[in-house]
């Protein structure tokens, strides 16, 4: 699917934080244009103004609430950029590129939604998008996927958990539970974002038992726009920049 | 059009002196929603070598303070494609600048006889790309190749033929009279500086090719620096950039000695950037009461040696 829609800049004030989790953030900015034109799956480039910063962040869309305006993101500090964005408070502003990128395919009837770590951020906005059709496998560490699981409680279909040291759900990886979900459950898709590594074990296991599956990639960028190829990566049609030909990609194009 | 902004610049009618820096701006088409790319004086297109390069492996990018570092590594689709794919769609719409990048004296020839065809305004060589192990460097900092290089594309073009120097050697003024005498039209400066970061956890320098070219503010002065020097060692225009992020870099780099600039780093910060830059200059201009920008050029530099310009 290739990205058509016409991207914004827009300032956007902070309406409010919220710490989720040890060094997990939920921001949510005031910004209508970009609230009313975000689709599943679209990311932001947010231009940090409280510091001295020449590249902005990618941070994908968790929610879009067109009706107030409000643009949501759930993010993890990782360095000087998300530091930053850590102390914003109500009323400061921020710069927004976007909505970039293509989005996730919407098409699915019984999609399994596979994420994560912040990979469940975007996969949010999806499930929300496909009005209860889907049902979600998240694994990761263990206080994240409690709050997780509150979010998707009540968008997600059903919700299964794995954990690296059990204390939630299934212990061991999303790997673990998926081929026996996937003989199952009747689903048409798996759609799936989180580390490289994951992505690949999950479309590996998808295409073992046929179902298509999509992946959110992330890599660093600069433009957002498809021009510096920072994010250009080897697909089985050649070279594609992740920020606009992606960052949504059938699993078999780029990991093949 | 603001007609104190238009200038003829090698021949080529600009609507502004605000040019777009190789590799930064992609072929124009991707700012079309930020950008009226009428108004800037070209697009200086990224660096495009004979067959399509697939780059660097690893990370590409990164921020660093005040400026960021790339190894891009010259990713392209190569000249044939260039030629039948791009430049169709981008000709009619703005002033399209080629950057070529060459493995070899003759390759640059080759290129600039491809690429002497209507919709292309001039050819940029870039000889100083710091992320090509080819040889790219060695053309950018010896006067004797970087000159062979300029006879090349001259021999096989009629195109006006621009030298993009690079900062990384010991006397750019040095560089800049041996292509002038070489002939080439027009120089610009200055690609980015070489430069490197570690990850400390991880132990192990951060960016795939371990070096990168820097660009951003922070080389600002250097390249103005370089500017105000080059312009009173040769006769030929002087296209500035490196850093340029506002208005007053803009300002200064033409105060200093360039004829026109380009913006390169900013356009990621802020990918209105340019026209930002276009009405600040317009508005100095009528602040200073003066009828065209062009009497700024070289005005802070005594020994600048196009003081006849205007
Ligand atoms: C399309 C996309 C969507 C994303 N969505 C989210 C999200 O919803 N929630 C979330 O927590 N994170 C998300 N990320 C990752 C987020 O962009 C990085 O964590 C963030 O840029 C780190 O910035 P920093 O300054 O704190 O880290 P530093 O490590 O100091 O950053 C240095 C440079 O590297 C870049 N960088 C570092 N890590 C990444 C990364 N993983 N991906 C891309 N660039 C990186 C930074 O942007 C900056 O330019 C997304 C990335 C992409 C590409
Ligand atoms: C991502 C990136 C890619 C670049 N690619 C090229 C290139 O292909 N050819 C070239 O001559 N210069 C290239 N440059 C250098 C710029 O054109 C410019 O000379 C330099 O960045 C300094 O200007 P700035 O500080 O405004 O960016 C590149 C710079 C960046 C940041």
Same mark, same amino acid.
Not at chain 1, 143 to 150: A, Q
Not at chain 2, 107 to 120: F, I, K, N, Q, R
Not at chain 2, 219 to 231: C, D
Not at chain 2, 232 to 258: N, Y
């Given at each position: 699917?290739?990205?058509?829609?016409?991207?914004?800049?827009?300032?956007?004030?902070?309406?409010?934080?919220?710490?989720?989790?040890?060094?997990?953030?939920?921001?949510?900015?005031?910004?209508?244009?970009?609230?009313?034109?975000?689709?599943?799956?679209?990311?932001?480039?947010?231009?940090?103004?409280?510091?001295?910063?020449?590249?902005?962040?990618?941070?994908?869309?968790?929610?879009?609430?067109?009706?107030?305006?409000?643009?949501?993101?759930?993010?993890?500090?990782?360095?000087?950029?998300?530091?930053?964005?850590?102390?914003?408070?109500?009323?400061?502003?921020?710069?927004?590129?976007?909505?970039?990128?293509?989005?996730?395919?919407?098409?699915?009837?019984?999609?399994?939604?596979?994420?994560?770590?912040?990979?469940?951020?975007?996969?949010?906005?999806?499930?929300?998008?496909?009005?209860?059709?889907?049902?979600?496998?998240?694994?990761?560490?263990?206080?994240?996927?409690?709050?997780?699981?509150?979010?998707?409680?009540?968008?997600?279909?059903?919700?299964?958990?794995?954990?690296?040291?059990?204390?939630?759900?299934?212990?061991?990886?999303?790997?673990?539970?998926?081929?026996?979900?996937?003989?199952?459950?009747?689903?048409?898709?798996?759609?799936?974002?989180?580390?490289?590594?994951?992505?690949?074990?999950?479309?590996?296991?998808?295409?073992?038992?046929?179902?298509?599956?999509?992946?959110?990639?992330?890599?660093?960028?600069?433009?957002?726009?498809?021009?510096?190829?920072?994010?250009?990566?080897?697909?089985?049609?050649?070279?594609?920049?992740?920020?606009?030909?992606?960052?949504?990609?059938?699993?078999?194009?780029?990991?093949? | 059009?603001?007609?104190?902004?238009?200038?003829?610049?090698?021949?080529?009618?600009?609507?502004?002196?605000?040019?777009?820096?190789?590799?930064?701006?992609?072929?124009?088409?991707?700012?079309?929603?930020?950008?009226?790319?009428?108004?800037?004086?070209?697009?200086?297109?990224?660096?495009?070598?004979?067959?399509?390069?697939?780059?660097?492996?690893?990370?590409?990018?990164?921020?660093?303070?005040?400026?960021?570092?790339?190894?891009?590594?010259?990713?392209?689709?190569?000249?044939?494609?260039?030629?039948? %794919? =791009?430049?169709? !769609?981008?000709?009619?719409?703005? $002033? /399209?600048?080629?950057?070529? *990048? +060459?493995?070899? @004296?003759?390759?640059?020839?080759?290129?600039?006889?491809?690429?002497?065809?209507?919709?292309?305004?001039?050819?940029?060589?870039?000889?100083?790309?710091?992320?090509?192990?080819?040889?790219?460097?060695?053309?950018?900092?010896?006067?004797?190749?970087?000159?062979?290089?300029?006879?090349?594309?001259?021999?096989?073009?009629?195109?006006?033929?621009?030298?993009?120097?690079?900062?990384?050697?010991?006397?750019?003024?040095?560089?800049?009279?041996?292509?002038?005498?070489?002939?080439?039209?027009?120089?610009?400066?200055?690609?980015?500086?070489?430069?490197?970061?570690? %990850? =400390?956890?991880? !132990?192990?320098?951060?960016?795939? $090719? /371990?070096?990168?070219?820097? *660009? +951003?503010?922070? @080389?600002?002065?250097?390249?103005?620096?370089?500017?105000?020097?080059?312009?009173?060692?040769?006769?030929?225009?002087?296209?500035?950039?490196?850093?340029?992020?506002?208005?007053?870099?803009?300002?200064?780099?033409?105060?200093?000695?360039?004829?026109?600039?380009?913006?390169?780093?900013?356009?990621?910060?802020?990918?209105?950037?340019?026209?930002?830059?276009?009405?600040?200059?317009?508005?100095?201009?009528?602040?200073?009461?003066?009828?065209?920008?062009?009497?700024?050029?070289?005005?802070?530099?005594?020994?600048?040696?196009?003081?006849?310009?205007?």
């Amino acid at each position: 699917m290739p990205d058509s829609t016409q991207k914004l800049l827009e300032d956007a004030k902070v309406k409010g934080q919220q710490r989720l989790a040890e060094g997990v953030y939920y921001l949510a900015v005031h910004a209508p244009k970009i609230a009313a034109a975000a689709r599943p799956g679209q990311f932001v480039d947010i231009r940090i103004l409280t510091g001295a910063f020449i590249l902005r962040r990618p941070v994908g869309v968790v929610a879009a609430d067109r009706e107030n305006g409000i643009v949501a993101f759930i993010y993890r500090v990782i360095g000087r950029g998300t530091r930053a964005m850590a102390k914003l408070k109500a009323g400061d502003t921020v710069n927004l590129l976007g909505p970039l990128g293509n989005g996730f395919s919407m098409e699915h009837k019984h999609p399994l939604i596979v994420g994560g770590g912040m990979g469940l951020s975007p996969l949010f906005f999806y499930a929300a998008g496909m009005k209860g059709k889907a049902d979600v496998l998240m694994g990761g560490r263990s206080e994240e996927e409690v709050f997780w699981r509150s979010l998707f409680a009540g968008i997600a279909k059903n919700i299964h958990i794995t954990t690296d040291d059990g204390s939630v759900g299934t212990k061991g990886f999303v790997t673990e539970l998926l081929p026996k979900l996937l003989s199952e459950g009747s689903y048409d898709a798996v759609v799936v974002c989180g580390p490289d590594p994951m992505m690949k074990a999950v479309a590996a296991i998808a295409k073992e038992k046929g179902t298509p599956c999509q992946v959110s990639l992330e890599r660093r960028m600069g433009c957002g726009l498809g021009a510096c190829l920072s994010c250009s990566i080897d697909t089985a049609h050649g070279r594609r920049k992740v920020c606009k030909d992606g960052p949504v990609f059938p699993a078999e194009e780029v990991f093949f | 059009m603001d007609s104190t902004l238009e200038t003829t610049f090698l021949g080529i009618k600009m609507a502004s002196p605000v040019l777009t820096a190789s590799g930064t701006f992609g072929f124009g088409e991707e700012f079309r929603d930020f950008v009226d790319l009428s108004r800037l004086g070209g697009i200086m297109v990224k660096g495009t070598t004979r067959q399509p390069r697939r780059g660097n492996d690893g990370v590409r990018i990164t921020e660093t303070p005040m400026g960021m570092l790339n190894c891009i590594g010259l990713e392209n689709p190569g000249v044939e494609y260039f030629l039948s %794919d =791009i430049l169709p !769609r981008i000709k009619d719409e703005m $002033n /399209v600048i080629v950057n070529i *990048s +060459g493995s070899s @004296v003759e390759e640059y020839g080759e290129l600039a006889a491809m690429l002497d065809v209507p919709g292309v305004a001039a050819i940029e060589l870039n000889v100083s790309c710091p992320n090509v192990k080819e040889g790219g460097i060695v053309f950018g900092t010896d006067p004797a190749a970087a000159s062979a290089v300029v006879h090349a594309a001259k021999a096989n073009t009629k195109k006006p033929v621009i030298l993009k120097l690079s900062p990384n050697v010991t006397d750019i003024c040095l560089m800049a009279r041996a292509v002038e005498e070489a002939g080439a039209d027009a120089v610009s400066l200055i690609n980015t500086l070489i430069g490197m970061e570690i %990850d =400390i956890e991880r !132990r192990r320098p951060v960016l795939g $090719n /371990v070096t990168g070219g820097l *660009s +951003g503010p922070a @080389v600002k002065p250097v390249a103005l620096r370089m500017v105000y020097q080059v312009a009173r060692a040769v006769k030929i225009p002087i296209i500035g950039m490196g850093g340029i992020a506002s208005t007053e870099d803009a300002l200064e780099f033409l105060l200093a000695g360039a004829e026109v600039v380009a913006v390169g780093t900013a356009n990621f910060t802020d990918p209105e950037v340019t026209m930002k830059i276009c009405d600040g200059i317009a508005a100095y201009v009528r602040r200073q009461k003066l009828r065209s920008y062009r009497e700024l050029i070289g005005k802070a530099n005594d020994g600048f040696l196009r003081g006849d310009l205007v």
